[in-house]
């Protein structure tokens, strides 16, 4: 299972190489993805490249897997269709609802981060989602991140941050935006030389004005390159951001300098 910053890394890798140099010849192993949006022209990139990506969705509660992309019913930009012995829906506000003969009875001590189950059995994940007509679901994002901008504007950061990292010099990207005029986005490049902070930047400027609606195109970049040191204090181990973290000790700084 490969989080999204590993799908893009290898996106970035198939356009300088083949897939033979990077797996083998006639190696074609099984991957797939899962955790957060994917942007959907990396996916086709390395489909083309000969390296399909099947990209699921699951959580604890479920006892992992709900969905996912099968080899033969495969939607780039979706998570595939629910498992046969899970059923999904949507709230009112658009949050993905699951029921299934696999959710578990509890954890075995209090956990605030669990997910509630509904009087009439549903999960509430704490997605937002959408479920096309032949039953491929799209997650958009947590509803717990949803960024509310100064002028009202509603705007998942998974989405934006998963097509900032198809630029090359981008390593990882988490935005922000909560009550802000517009959005701004920490760009992670891997190399601390002046030259690829600077194009990272750049590229992130033209992917956002050619590519992003206006209500998701960042206005403001902060680049910073990687390390361990770096990574262990504002990611999890499973490669989240902080996001408050980066918020009060990155952007918070260098916005209200700005203002």
């Not at 190696?27 to 489909?47: E, Y």
């Not at 209500?215 to 499973?238: A, C, L, S, W």
Request: a negative charge.
């Amino acid at each position: 299972m490969l989080p999204p910053a590993a799908v893009s890394a290898l996106d970035k890798a198939v356009r300088s190489s083949t897939a033979e140099d990077l797996v083998g010849v006639g190696r074609r192993p099984f991957l797939m993805a899962g955790g957060a949006p994917v942007d959907v022209n990396a996916l086709l990139r390395l489909d083309r490249a000969g390296l399909r990506v099947h990209e699921g969705y699951g959580l604890s509660e479920n006892s992992s897997v709900v969905s996912w992309n099968t080899p033969d019913y495969w939607r780039p930009g979706t998570v595939g269709r629910p498992l046969p012995h899970c059923s999904v829906t949507l709230s009112d506000d658009g949050e993905l609802l699951v029921k299934s003969s696999s959710l578990f009875a509890g954890y075995t001590v209090e956990d605030p981060t669990s997910r509630p189950v509904d009087e009439d059995g549903w999960l509430h994940t704490g997605d937002r989602a959408e479920i096309d007509s032949d039953g491929y679901i799209r997650i958009l994002g947590r509803l717990k991140n949803m960024i509310i901008t100064g002028h009202g504007r509603n705007v998942s950061p998974e989405w934006v941050e998963g097509r900032l990292r198809t630029c090359s010099a981008v390593v990882d990207a988490v935005v922000f935006g909560e009550g802000m005029e517009y959005l701004t986005a920490v760009l992670v490049t891997a190399d601390g030389d002046t030259s690829t902070i600077s194009a990272a930047e750049r590229q992130a400027y033209d992917y956002a004005e050619q590519q992003l609606a206006e209500t998701d195109r960042p206005e403001r970049f902060i680049v910073i390159p990687d390390g361990q040191e770096f990574r262990e204090h504002y990611f999890t181990v499973t490669g989240r951001p902080k996001r408050e973290l980066i918020f009060d000790e990155i952007v918070r700084p260098v916005y209200a300098h700005a203002i």
